[in-house]
């Protein structure tokens, strides 16, 4: 059976860490391999309802209007700026690695005029530098990358999110939490966020392939009150939001169809990360599990690429390689001890670094992690560089 069939794979595969795609638990896999079925089925119009419902949940944002399509996470960064801005406005980016570069050719792809705040790669800007950038110019959109994938660093979104209200109170908020939506803390109603976007194959912990977006009520009506048409078809929100509304309502509808096979996954691994009936249990093993990773990091001798553990994610770590120490030799031991790492992505940085992933399966209990630490433990010793007591990384994971 199918069970069966993943238990010897993994038997004989090293275990997946890189920061997206992840390792997924059995019940989302058998999930994900439901048989065919209809877009209009009674019980797929079921399972959507309640997807989109949980999504309110996990974003926090009562007040939210979810959207749940086919597509990868980088299908939000064009969801948002073909609907809710407009040629000619002003957008500032708040820069803390690759995807904030990413996500700014988007908003000029769409006519907007861009500026971006960036910082030294591993840091990120201070809430002061925040506010000042955002009173030099009567920005329209303000974006934040919450946890970069290349660096590691996480933003300080809570405080972001104030300095830009206080500074421009009807510029739109929108937030890329492609790495951080469903680990890394936010709260987006609470904390005014007005657009939210990640994809399904991160903390989600959900085969790649759905772009999971919430639109708070300005960025919806930035959409309603737009002085030039959406230029675009899949992507208009207009003709998306009676679609889901009636799947929310448990009617059959259609303008596109759905990724009913990735919903049903999706279903499963929110009934997991939702199964207390909140976020705050999942903030919180977030939270511990990976300072206990990076506890044993220090007690193994690696240092972190983000300059401080302060302003490191949750999500992912991204680890210096040891002085002196080839990053393709050393990721060959690694993956020679059970484990799949990714090396670095920043362009500037790539060759000082690596990278693991620990999100969904791999950070709620400490058994993934144990094995991280065993493996790079074992690495350390075969370049020469174990110089410490047998273990230790383990013991500090576990203390």
């Known amino acids: 059976g199918l069970t069966l069939g993943i238990r010897q794979t993994k038997a004989i595969m090293p275990i997946l860490m890189i920061p997206g795609p992840i390792e997924m638990d059995e019940s989302v ?39 749940v399509l086919a597509g990868s996470g980088s299908l939000g960064w064009d969801l948002f700026a073909a609907n809710c ?11 803390i690695g690759y995807f904030g570069d990413s996500f700014g050719k988007v908003l000029e792809s769409y006519g907007l005029e861009v500026a971006h705040l960036r910082c030294p790669a591993g840091t990120r800007p201070s809430c002061e530098e925040v506010a000042a950038a955002c009173g030099a110019q009567p920005y329209d959109v303000v974006t934040v990358t919450h946890g970069d994938t290349s660096t590691g660093v996480v933003s300080d979104l809570k405080g972001y999110a104030a300095a830009i209200r206080k500074a421009l109170p009807n510029a739109l908020i929108c937030v890329d939490g492609v790495c951080a939506t469903a680990g890394d803390e936010m709260r987006m109603q609470e904390w005014d966020i007005d657009f939210a976007l990640t994809g399904s194959q991160k903390a989600l912990a959900t085969p790649c ?67 207390d009936g909140s976020m705050e249990p999942v903030f919180d093993y977030y939270r511990r599990h990976a300072g206990a990773f990076r506890r044993a990091l220090n007690a193994i001798g690696l240092e972190l690429f983000a300059k401080d553990e302060a302003i490191a994610s949750n999500c992912l770590t991204t680890i210096r390689y040891p002085a002196g120490v080839d990053g393709a030799t050393f990721l060959g031991h690694i993956k020679a001890n059970g484990v799949i790492p990714a ?37 350390l010793k075969a370049v020469g560089k174990a110089d410490f007591e047998e273990g230790a990384g383990v013991k500090a994971l576990l203390a």
């Not at 997807?51 to 996990?58: A, E, F, G, P």
């Not at 920043?346 to 709620?364: L, N, P, T, W």
């Open 29 to 67: 896999l058998k999930a994900a391999a439901t048989p065919g079925t209809s877009h209009v089925a009674p019980h797929f119009i079921e399972c959507f309802s309640s997807v989109l419902k949980d999504v309110r949940k996990v974003f926090l944002a009562a007040d939210g209007t979810p959207f």
């Open 85 to 95: 801005t407009e040629r000619g406005q002003k957008g500032l980016v708040i820069n």
């Open 209 to 275: 392939g759905l772009s999971v977006c919430v639109a708070r009520p300005r960025a919806i009506k930035a959409f309603e009150n737009r002085s030039t048409p959406v230029t675009g078809y899949y992507l208009n929100m207009g003709s998306w939001m009676p679609i889901l509304r009636n799947y929310e309502e448990k009617k059959p509808s259609y303008f596109a169809t759905p990724a009913v096979s990735l919903i049903f996954a999706l279903r499963a691994s929110l009934d997991i990360i939702l199964k």
């Open 343 to 379: 090396g670095g992505l920043h362009k500037d940085h790539k060759a000082e670094y690596f990278r693991i992933g620990h999100m969904g399966k791999s950070v709620r209990t400490l058994d993934d992690l144990t094995t991280v630490v065993k493996a790079l433990e074992a690495s």
